[in-house]
């Protein structure tokens, strides 16, 4: 019963930890970025209230949350 328990929150988790990295946004901004490298640089200073920091922070956590899931499953299996 744990087993299947613990199976299905990874599922949850693994497919949680695709949504989050699927909804950040991508580094490179191609040649719109080269363009405009000087106002990425103003707006850079709010980074850390930004959407796509709190995704990433968030990406973190789930990855951490799945990591300990496994790792629980093969200690019960």
């Not at 693994?14 to 580094?27: E, H, Y």
Request: with cysteine; net charge positive.
């Amino acid at each position: 019963m744990l087993n299947m328990i613990l199976t299905v929150l990874q599922v949850l988790c693994g497919l949680a930890v695709i949504a989050v990295v699927m909804l950040q946004s991508g580094k490179s901004a191609g040649l719109s970025g080269a363009i405009a490298g000087g106002a990425d640089t103003f707006l850079s200073k709010n980074k850390a209230k930004s959407v796509d920091a709190k995704l990433a922070k968030m990406t973190k956590w789930v990855a951490i949350l799945w990591i300990l899931l496994t790792l629980s499953l093969s200690i019960v299996h």
